[in-house]
């Protein structure tokens, strides 16, 4: 992890559930990290909760004890966003999932942040122009960096910026968050949910379908995720596993069923493409995909070792 320059001092705004996971990272990275919670009890429970992620990754050795140390010392707990945000170049604000308060929040940085500072919403669910539209005077310095629960383990951003964020706030989050070991993902279209939470939300709705239905119980589903697709999908995600499968099964079963193959497919399998068996689908396969083949099947022995170790099955 690295610095990037010109950035000495970050502020997170509502360091809770999320923001005290953001601050560690920040934390860890070697910035002077400012933490604003609105009450004292708050600030206490949330450094409580930064020294025990910073622990960990002691205990996973990814940092030292020194270092776990020196990242706790630049983590401050403050009641006074005024004291958080000035001299502020980089805002990451976590507040309650509420339009009219992420608003009002961004007004006062706006008033409190010097000129230059980047400010980002972790929010879930509102876009960059809901909370930034008619009440901040620089709007393209704003932008949506939303992680991922938990925050300082999942290293996946999304980075989404407003009607008028200029690419150069975009470019810099990115390069803030890439030097901090995430993976900052740019979506190019401002929609409620973002990217992640509308196909998790898709998920969702299927498994709330299969409970309504008493198809599946809370323990079935779970069960069915875990041991089944959730664990493939870590090294594979969506399109990976379809080139790995093959492209012109999706085209074959498609036609099968007497319906036209989603464009993409069809476009690459009737263009000879069909994934990792002839070294192009979705992405190129110079190594007919042997390298991420190898390493799902050790990452599942991984996990299949462990369930027998515990008795799981």
């Known amino acids: 992890m690295e610095k990037v320059t010109?950035?000495?001092?970050?502020?997170?705004?509502?360091a809770g559930l999320m923001g005290f996971g953001i601050g560690v990272d920040f934390a860890r990275a070697g910035y002077e990290t400012w933490l604003?919670?609105?009450?004292?009890?708050?600030?206490?429970?949330s450094m409580l909760r930064c020294r025990k992620a910073i622990n960990l990754f002691v205990d996973g050795e990814l940092m030292?004890?020194?270092?776990?140390?020196a990242a706790y010392a630049r983590l401050h707990p403050t009641t006074d966003m005024q004291e958080a945000a000035a001299g502020a170049a980089y805002v990451s604000e976590s507040v309650l999932e509420s339009l009219s308060l992420k608003r009002q929040?961004?007004?006062?940085?706006d008033r409190l942040c010097p000129p230059e500072a980047i400010l980002t919403t972790n929010s879930s669910g509102f876009t960059t122009t809901a909370i930034t539209k008619d009440n901040v005077s620089r709007p393209e310095r704003c932008c949506v960096a939303h992680y991922f629960q938990p925050p300082h383990l999942l290293p996946l951003v999304e980075i989404v910026g407003g009607e008028k964020t200029?690419?150069?706030?975009?470019?810099?989050?990115?390069?803030i968050l890439a030097k901090m070991h995430k993976k900052p993902v740019v979506i190019p279209i401002e929609v409620p949910g973002h990217a992640g939470n509308r196909i998790q939300g898709a998920l969702g709705r299927e498994i709330n379908n299969l409970i309504d239905k008493k198809i599946c119980t809370p323990q079935m589903i779970d069960e069915i995720i875990m041991y089944s697709f959730g664990r493939r999908m870590v090294n594979t995600g969506w399109f990976i596993r379809n080139d790995l499968i093959g492209l012109d099964f999706h085209y074959n079963t498609?036609?099968?069923?007497?319906?036209?193959?989603?464009?993409?497919?069809k476009d690459l399998v009737e263009a000879g493409h069909l994934g990792m068996k002839t070294g192009k689908g979705?992405?190129?396969?110079?190594?007919?995909?042997e390298a991420v083949q190898r390493r799902q099947d050790l990452e599942?022995?991984?996990?299949?070792?462990?369930?027998?170790?515990d008795g799981k099955l």
């Open 36 to 45: 604003y919670n609105t009450r004292a009890e708050t600030s206490r429970q």
């Open 300 to 309: 599942l022995l991984r996990f299949l070792k462990r369930d027998i170790e």
């Open 105 to 109: 929040i961004f007004a006062e940085l």
């Open 64 to 69: 030292t004890s020194g270092e776990a140390n």
């Open 254 to 265: 498609a036609k099968s069923a007497g319906v036209e193959p989603r464009q993409p497919i």
């Open 282 to 289: 979705f992405y190129e396969w110079p190594d007919f995909g």
């Open 166 to 175: 200029v690419p150069e706030t975009i470019k810099r989050t990115c390069e």
């Open 6 to 14: 010109g950035v000495n001092k970050v502020a997170i705004i509502g």
